[in-house]
Structure formats: C-alpha cells, structure tokens
C-alpha cells in the first residue's frame, strides 16, 4: 500500500463528464437577412438545463441564454419546454417545430428533412483506427452518440423591442439540426471546427476536434447527404486561410474523401459572412468554451455549386 493513499485522493478525469442531451437548430434566411440559433442541454442527473436563442437581423442582435429547470416530464416526450423555448417532436426524423419568446422577439421555425439522418457512429464503423467522436467526448466508444441533419426551414419571427419593434418576418431558408447525448463535459475539449453546408443537390457535414488530453490526436468525421441516401467520409483535412475580421480566418477549406473515394473541396467565405453569433451551450463557470457561428457562402471546387455553410469555430478560452 503506497503512503498517499491514506490521504484525499485525485479527483479523476472521469469524474468531470456527466450525462448531457444537446439539441441544437440552425436557421439561415439571407435573402431577408435573418438568422437564427436556437440551443438547449438537458443534464437529468443534475436536475438543470440549459438554453439559448440568438437572432441577428440587419446587423442587431438579440441575445438569450439562461440555466432553466429541467423539462418534467423528459424521457419520452414529444413536447419539451426549456424557459421560453419549446421543442415539438412533430415526425420522427422528419418534422419539428422550434418556438421561442421572450420581451423582445417571437419566433416559430418549421424544420422539415431535407436529407436523412446520419449518425456519427458510422464514421468509427468506416474508420475503426481513428480516434472517433464518442472517444474523445466519453473516453469509450458508445459513451456518445451524434446525429445531424439537413433540413429545410421556414416559420415567422416577430420582433417586439428594438429597431425592428413590431416587425413580423416570413422567413424561408436553409437549416440544420444536430443532436447529441451520452458522457461529456464541453470544458475538456481544447478547440474544434464544427461545419455543415447545405448545396441544390447534396449536403456535408464536417467537423474535426481535439482535446485536453490528447491534444495531439485529432477526431475527425463527417458525411455527405444525398437524396438516396448518406455516406461517410474517410479522409478529411480542414485548412484555414488569411485573417478575417473578429479573430476568424479569411477563408476556411475542406478536403475530404468519401467512403466510395469521391473527393470534395469546400472553399468557406468565413470572412465575408452574412452572420457571425456567438453559441452559449452552458452556463459560464472559471473556464469558459467560446463558440462562433460563422454563416456564409461556400462553393464546392470539383462541381462549381455554390451554397450555404455554418462554420462552427471554437475554443478553450483561459480561465
């Protein structure tokens, strides 16, 4: 028996994860200059939540972000509220209605499927030597689940105070949602790119990620949403470019490989973005995580489409 061991022990890294479900819904209207984001976290075995709600419109933002009480009942419900944002589970996979209001503005956004559902979970079956999602998040694989979606969006935000008070907008545009639960704690993650374009004819979801722990092994998954059907990737690079304004490059590159060995390169506008939001996923404690919603035109070089991305980019600020 070794002397410490009679004293307070290590507190293990193991200890810092918890169980979270993250919902996270992403509108984009450039033809009437809105955007939206719409986050919440539901921790059970801590009996809290978390929720956010951004829209940017003609350059103003309104900003909302409050630990809430955890949706009663939760396992199971079609119907979830958390402080002002309500969640309704319309179709599975298919349709679902994000309603928001506070003092300042009203929202209702339709999501309906665009593309399938992909679950992350099928890049570690393609790729089973890479350090995959669920490991780098849980410390095991299956400790983590993640799914995206390409959506299509449409609904109506009122606004009730600011320059655009009693204003009411029609919006139709481009969306996405992602959805994520298991063991993990946002704080362990060093720095991260988390992007999905949405293009006429297909749809990529691309997102790399590194750690405290293992801050020399990279996660790095993705899939490309066709009509037919989804497909993971094997290879992916992600290269940023010059220096765009608010700290974010000029431009950020994607090169990937899918599983049938078709290879894509995504140029993102990132610094001529339409809309650039902050993402507050959980109350902010000594560490804070700093997430940039980056909203802009991305063109694919191989077939010259051109189309709509969401450049996550994010990072571990100092304590």
């Known amino acids: 028996m070794l002397l410490h061991e009679d004293y307070p022990h290590t507190v293990p890294t193991r200890a810092w994860l918890r169980w979270k479900e993250n919902y996270f819904w992403v509108f984009m209207d450039p033809d009437r200059d809105i955007c939206c984001l719409a986050h919440c976290t539901a921790e059970p075995t801590y009996d809290r939540a978390f929720m956010s709600f951004v829209v940017l419109h003609k350059g103003q933002k309104l900003i909302a972000g409050k630990e809430v009480p955890l949706p009663s009942p939760f396992e199971h419900q079609k119907v979830l509220n958390y402080g002002g944002l309500t969640l309704n589970f319309l179709k599975p996979q298919a349709e679902f209605r994000i309603e928001y209001e506070d003092e300042h503005v009203s929202a209702v956004l339709n999501f309906s499927r665009r593309m399938h559902l992909f679950d992350f979970q099928a890049c570690a079956d393609v790729n089973p030597d890479w350090f995959s999602v669920s490991e780098n998040t849980a410390f095991e694989r299956n400790s983590f689940r993640h799914q995206g979606q390409c959506m299509n969006a449409t609904g109506n935000v009122s606004f009730k105070s600011g320059d655009w008070a009693g204003t009411s907008i029609d919006v139709d545009g481009s ?145």
């Open 175 to 319: 969306g996405y949602r992602d959805h994520s639960w298991g063991m993990r704690n946002d704080h362990m993650t060093l720095d991260h790119n988390w992007s999905f374009f949405n293009f006429p004819t297909k749809g990529f979801h691309l997102f790399r990620v590194r750690n405290i722990l293992r801050p020399g092994s990279m996660t790095a998954e993705g899939y490309i949403a066709l009509p037919e059907g989804n497909e993971a990737i094997r290879t992916l690079e992600i290269e940023n470019v010059g220096e765009g304004p608010e700290g974010m490059p000029d431009k950020v590159i994607f090169r990937t490989t899918t599983f049938s060995n078709e290879r894509f390169t995504l140029v993102a506008d990132v610094g001529n973005a339409f809309a650039r939001l902050p993402l507050q996923s959980q109350k902010p404690g000594a560490q804070t995580y700093l997430n940039v919603e980056n909203m802009c035109h991305v063109r694919c070089e191989e077939t010259g489409e051109e189309g709509l991305a969401n450049v996550e980019i994010g990072k571990l600020l100092d304590a």
